[in-house]
């Protein structure tokens, strides 16, 4: 090892020049930074380029040779993800694709949590715009959830990893064969101009009701939400006849958010790789395409989804004109929905 791990005061955090105070750093890190990137990787066992391609899929930049930013949570993490890798799971791409994997979910989750937490400390200080005041109960409270939100997190993981189980034991394919599934995509029509008349606050309100709403909307009914950007949210059912209720259900509940959007939906059926909870295929991108061509307030499917339902009576499909979309030049969408409104 070069030198005592003791010798370099830290610079900054994974390259990033971090304004997190010292005793902050320590209680989310378990400890002291103590090691060089170099110092680090040996004490973990690990080349110094291999742990690099770790840090980097993690999200963070590489910091610089004589820099002391990793402490030991650091190296059993080096550990933990090259043991998964020498014990025979995966091969070196399936341990970037991990890392990679987990580090974009907790990315999300973490900035939500910080701007959660510092939203929560701002409201209970008289004065706010005392940084240091801020800074010291933001971290007295960071030190009392901290523990809950770990085991909440812990709690969530495990529930969602049995779940998976479920649905992976209930398909005959291979992990990397492609299975039948059912993608939706949902959007807000006009959300730019919606946008423009609300306040930063009421926007976040919003955005935060339309999220829940359709989370809930897409469980209830079966489904899952694999993302939500901005004014859409992705999601997928197992069967047609789930997808169909869910992009229904969909379209009623958001247009009753303050506000009144409409909401557009496009829904198809097929074969869909599954990677890294989100997927990929011909039947995605025509979920999309249709949502793009749907009008205000209305739900497409495509071929295959309406064939699915075949004569189930609690929905219709009327076929529709066909249109030119990018990367389909002839596409063929199907109007869905309920039989109460085939007067309308």
Same mark, same amino acid.
């Given at each position: 090892?070069?030198?005592?791990?003791?010798?370099?005061?830290?610079?900054?955090?994974?390259?990033?020049?971090?304004?997190?105070?010292?005793?902050?750093?320590?209680?989310?890190?378990?400890?002291?930074?103590?090691?060089?990137?170099?110092?680090?990787?040996?004490?973990?066992?690990?080349?110094?380029?291999?742990?690099?391609?770790?840090?980097?899929?993690?999200?963070?930049?590489?910091?610089?040779?004589?820099?002391?930013?990793?402490?030991?949570?650091?190296?059993?993490?080096?550990?933990?993800?090259? &043991?998964?890798?020498?014990?025979? =799971? *995966? @091969?070196?791409? %399936?341990?970037? #694709?991990? !890392?990679?994997?987990? $580090?974009?979910?907790?990315?999300?989750?973490?900035?939500?949590?910080?701007?959660?937490?510092?939203?929560?400390?701002?409201?209970?200080?008289?004065?706010?715009?005392?940084?240091?005041?801020?800074?010291?109960?933001?971290?007295?409270?960071?030190?009392?959830?901290?523990?809950?939100?770990?085991?909440?997190?812990?709690?969530?993981?495990?529930?969602?990893?049995?779940?998976?189980?479920?649905?992976?034991?209930?398909?005959?394919?291979?992990?990397?064969?492609?299975?039948?599934?059912?993608?939706?995509?949902?959007?807000?029509?006009?959300?730019?101009?919606?946008?423009?008349?609300?306040?930063?606050?009421?926007?976040?309100?919003?955005?935060?009701?339309?999220?829940?709403?359709?989370?809930?909307?897409?469980?209830?009914?079966? &489904?899952?939400?694999?993302?939500? =950007? *901005? @004014?859409?949210? %992705?999601?997928? #059912?197992? !069967?047609?006849?789930? $997808?169909?209720?869910?992009?229904?259900?969909?379209?009623?509940?958001?247009?009753?958010?303050?506000?009144?959007?409409?909401?557009?939906?496009?829904?198809?059926?097929?074969?869909?790789?599954?990677?890294?909870?989100?997927?990929?295929?011909?039947?995605?991108?025509?979920?999309?395409?249709?949502?793009?061509?749907?009008?205000?307030?209305?739900?497409?499917?495509?071929?295959?989804?309406?064939?699915?339902?075949?004569?189930?009576?609690?929905?219709?499909?009327?076929?529709?004109?066909?249109?030119?979309?990018?990367?389909?030049?002839?596409?063929?969408?199907?109007?869905?929905?309920?039989?109460?409104?085939?007067?309308?």
């Amino acid at each position: 090892m070069a030198g005592n791990p003791e010798q370099h005061a830290p610079t900054d955090q994974f390259g990033g020049g971090s304004q997190v105070p010292r005793d902050a750093q320590e209680l989310l890190l378990g400890g002291p930074p103590r090691y060089t990137r170099a110092q680090a990787a040996e004490r973990a066992g690990v080349s110094v380029e291999r742990a690099d391609r770790l840090w980097r899929s993690l999200g963070f930049a590489a910091p610089g040779d004589a820099e002391v930013v990793f402490t030991d949570a650091d190296v059993d993490a080096l550990r933990t993800v090259t &043991g998964l890798h020498d014990a025979g =799971v *995966g @091969d070196v791409n %399936m341990e970037l #694709a991990l !890392t990679r994997a987990v $580090a974009q979910a907790m990315a999300r989750l973490t900035e939500w949590q910080v701007e959660m937490l510092r939203e929560m400390v701002a409201a209970r200080m008289t004065d706010s715009g005392d940084a240091d005041a801020l800074a010291e109960a933001g971290l007295a409270a960071a030190a009392a959830v901290l523990p809950g939100v770990e085991r909440l997190q812990r709690y969530v993981w495990r529930r969602h990893l049995l779940a998976a189980g479920d649905r992976l034991l209930a398909t005959a394919t291979q992990p990397s064969e492609p299975a039948p599934l059912a993608v939706g995509f949902a959007d807000i029509v006009g959300f730019t101009s919606l946008s423009r008349g609300l306040t930063e606050a009421r926007l976040a309100e919003f955005l935060e009701a339309f999220e829940d709403s359709a989370a809930s909307v897409v469980t209830e009914r079966g &489904g899952r939400v694999i993302k939500t =950007v *901005g @004014d859409e949210v %992705m999601f997928v #059912a197992d !069967t047609a006849g789930a $997808a169909a209720d869910i992009g229904l259900g969909l379209a009623d509940r958001i247009s009753a958010l303050d506000g009144r959007p409409d909401l557009r939906v496009g829904l198809a059926y097929g074969p869909v790789l599954r990677r890294l909870g989100d997927v990929y295929g011909t039947v995605v991108n025509l979920a999309s395409r249709l949502t793009s061509v749907a009008r205000p307030g209305t739900v497409l499917v495509d071929r295959e989804l309406a064939l699915a339902l075949g004569e189930d009576p609690d929905y219709r499909v009327t076929k529709l004109r066909r249109v030119s979309v990018r990367g389909f030049a002839h596409l063929q969408p199907w109007l869905l929905r309920r039989p109460e409104h085939e007067r309308d």
